[in-house]
């Protein structure tokens, strides 16, 4: 308990990033970051390479501290946290690559998850039709390195919804699937915000992606905010195209 909170009191609370900075030496990758993320709502965060899009999401969850600002999980600045007393107040995050647990099974990567974050074990129960949507219910006791890059990556994402979140924070969930498995991804957040009520910030490349299941974005670039609003209005921004193309980018296509 925190000043007589539980952790449970959190859990569903707002997410409150104020005047987020980062800055590596002389180099300031990230500066003046401001939004909330209300329980149940998805926010997109996109921009170029380079933009400060993975230093937000690791500020948020705890792996890198910042250098001015804070973060609020309702009342509460859990800023500088470390990640694993995040993960237990419900603040998690996926990576771009796939982060298991090599040589373990799919279920041992999944209690291991659990244990990490002190959830509750009838996460398997609750999540079963999900695991099965996904083809991992039937490779439960497969050694998780031997699966395909697809289902390593959604067996990554199910370990970070393992905890049961509160906020999740989504690296690039789509990064290295194919077209067809991308629908994956929107079952899985389809599934956060109806039964675990998490609110959800993706980090994404692919627009078609943004466009179906974000109804708010904030774009990045040169580590500031450039523009937030709905998709199909901050897309059609001549700054975000001009952003986009001078890092080579033609992912603003419809």
Known sequence: MIGG????????AFLRVERLSKQFGGLRVLEDIRFQLAPG?????????GAGKTTLINMISGRITPTNGHVFLGDVDVTGWPTHKLSRWGVVR???????????TVRENLL????FSRGSLNFLA????????????VRMEEQSNKLAYGLQKML?????????????????????????????????????????GSAVLIVEHDMELVRRLCPRVLVMDGGHVLAEGAPA???????????????????LAA
């Open 5 to 12: 909170r539980k952790r449970a009191d959190l859990r569903h």
């Open 41 to 49: 709502e998805v926010l997109g965060v996109i921009g170029p390479n």
């Open 94 to 104: 996926s990576f771009q690559q796939t982060n298991i647990f090599q040589g373990q």
């Open 112 to 115: 291991r998850a659990i244990r």
């Open 126 to 137: 609750n999540v079963g039709d999900l695991l099965n949507s996904f083809g991992l219910a």
């Open 156 to 196: 990554g994402l199910m370990m970070a919804y393992a905890t049961n979140p509160g906020v999740l924070l989504l690296d690039e969930p789509a990064a290295g699937l194919e077209r067809g498995e991308r629908r994956r991804i929107d079952e899985f957040v389809a599934h956060a915000q109806r039964y675990a």
């Open 233 to 251: 209005e901050v897309l059609a921004r001549t700054d975000v195209i001009e952003a986009y193309l001078g890092a080579g980018s033609d992912g």
